[in-house]
């Protein structure tokens, strides 16, 4: 690989996109990282990458790759029309807009790695699904396909596109796991609903590696799911969890109560089942560091 090889990170400053600027550039990437706030996004990601608020300021650089992680967090609020609206713009708005920026200066990186999630899928109860699975009917769901099909663009330019469809991603300093965290340290964690949903989870260093391996893999391209070999249902996730901080987990969450909270969100995001493997990973010959929940909370919890 060329030392001086330029990749462009969207929503670099993030939870997975300021350790991953750091860790392609430790791969020996010259790293550029698109955001909204260049003063907040130094503080946290150093000099390591080269900082850009706009895309023209990178007119002149030639990019090999780039990883599209833009996009407002679906937890940051109740959905609403506006919200949505929000959601939408953050990632299929953007996503345009970055085709169009390609388009204009006529140099198409070689590769798109382009971020998704496996509510892409929708509910999808106990059933095992891989990458070739249908899209789901809700709004998280159509949300994934239509940001995918933003990204699919890029292919009339001979780019090769990666949709990589996240789960829960697990670390203890940010997503899903550092909200659980305070509860279940205290011994007030339990089951969301009737526990029985799937949850397809990936350890942040395992979606790293994933990012870098696709990045370098000529074969890989298409939907690409980024969970761990191991599904697990919602009793099994809190289970292992409590065990893991050796506390109690005896206080369910209702579904009921939930929807009351947080209304279409709770369905979409903390309730709807993705019982997910990663085949796409697997037959490309990605291997993962953590595979099993265990193996994960071990390593996050032994720092």
Not at 18 to 25: A, G, P, T, V
Not at 107 to 134: H, K, W
Request: aromatic share 10%.
């Amino acid at each position: 690989m060329n030392v001086a090889e330029n990749v462009l990170i969207t929503g670099g400053s993030g939870f997975i996109g300021r350790h991953l600027s750091s860790f392609l550039s430790e791969s020996g990437y010259c790293v550029w990282v698109l955001t909204r706030n260049p003063e907040k996004a130094r503080k946290v990601l150093g000099k390591t990458v080269h900082i850009i608020g706009s895309l023209d300021e990178a007119l002149d650089v030639r990019f090999s790759a780039v990883i599209n992680l833009a996009g407002e967090s679906l937890a940051s609020r109740r959905w609403s029309e506006s919200s949505k609206k929000a959601f939408r713009e953050s990632r299929i708005a953007f996503t345009e807009r970055l085709y169009q920026f390609f388009e204009r200066t006529g140099r198409f990186p070689d590769v798109l790695l382009n971020a998704s999630a496996v509510g892409f899928y929708g509910n999808r109860y106990d059933q095992l699904i891989d990458e070739t699975a249908s899209k789901g009917g809700d709004f998280a769901a159509q949300l994934c396909a239509d940001w995918e099909l933003a990204a699919r663009q890029f292919e009339r330019h001979n780019v090769r596109v990666c949709y990589v469809r996240l789960g829960v991603v697990l670390e203890s300093d940010g997503g899903a796991l550092k909200q659980m965290l305070p509860a279940f340290r205290l011994g007030l964690g339990g089951r969301l609903g009737d526990g029985q949903h799937y949850m397809p989870w990936i350890h942040r260093l395992d979606v790293l590696r994933l990012f870098l391996f696709l990045l370098r893999n000529d074969r890989a391209f298409g939907a690409i799911n980024a969970v761990a070999p191991e599904a697990v249902n919602n009793i099994h996730f809190t289970k292992a969890l409590a065990d893991c901080l050796r506390r109690p987990a005896l206080l369910p969450m209702p579904g009921f109560v939930l929807r009351l909270l947080l209304g279409e969100m709770a369905d979409a995001l903390l309730l709807s089942s993705q019982r997910a493997m990663p085949a796409a990973a697997l037959s490309l010959g990605f291997e993962f560091d953590f595979p099993q929940l265990h193996q994960a909370f071990s390593a996050i919890f032994k720092k």
